[in-house]
């Protein structure tokens, strides 16, 4: 649910940890702990935190955005669900887009179209969708990305044949998917 600042200051007493505070001890505390279980429960909190955007601004000041950016990559699919999932919530917001798409982010967000973690799997193709800006189409509809996303619309999972459908409607010209079809035709040596 969406707060305010007034909100959130009511809802905390005087001696409480602030919104800023508890942020970073969740920060602290995923690069300090040894334990998976630790670290994927401070990662889906910092991802929950992500859905509203009274919190942008601390997760910016925090550097959160580099810890979903890094850690999309991690063996632990559960970390890299929750860093992904993280991300594509918070890509909306304009100053996080740039940011995101800045620190090559898509490119990083691309790595996860072919996970075999179907959640992976639709967060990243939603947050390409939500990270198109001018600036960022060409290197969002690049030839291999495009490709990709062409090889879900054979999917049988129909979330992810549906939101390959959007971004290919939504972000592509129909010569980029009608070039894209015909070289995924080919690798499968459908042609």
């Known amino acids: 649910m969406f707060s305010t600042k007034e909100k959130l200051k009511s809802r905390t007493g005087k001696n409480s940890v602030g919104r800023y505070d508890f942020l970073k001890l969740l920060v602290d505390e995923f690069y300090k702990t040894k334990s998976r279980d630790a670290q994927e429960q401070v990662i889906a909190n910092l991802a929950n935190f992500a859905y509203d955007p009274i919190n942008y601004e601390f997760i910016r000041k925090l550097h959160i955005i580099d810890v979903f950016l890094d850690e999309i990559g ?3 699919d559960k970390i890299t669900e929750f860093a992904i999932g993280g991300l594509c919530n918070l890509c909306l917001d304009p100053i996080n887009k740039e940011y995101i798409i800045n620190k090559r982010g898509v490119s990083i967000v691309a790595k996860c179209l072919f996970h075999r973690n179907e959640e992976i799997l639709i967060s ?4 390409l969708i939500f990270l198109i800006t001018p600036a ?16 879900h619309l054979r999917n049988p999972n ?3 044949k549906n939101l390959a459908n959007v971004y290919l409607e939504t972000c592509c010209s129909k010569k980029q998917v009608a070039e894209a079809a015909h070289n995924v035709d080919l690798k499968l040596g459908k042609l």
């Open 136 to 151: 960022s189409k060409s290197e969002l509809t690049c030839p291999e990305i495009v490709e990709c996303i062409t090889t």
């Open 158 to 160: 129909k979330r992810i």
């Open 124 to 127: 990243a193709i939603t947050t």
């Open 74 to 76: 991690n063996t632990n």
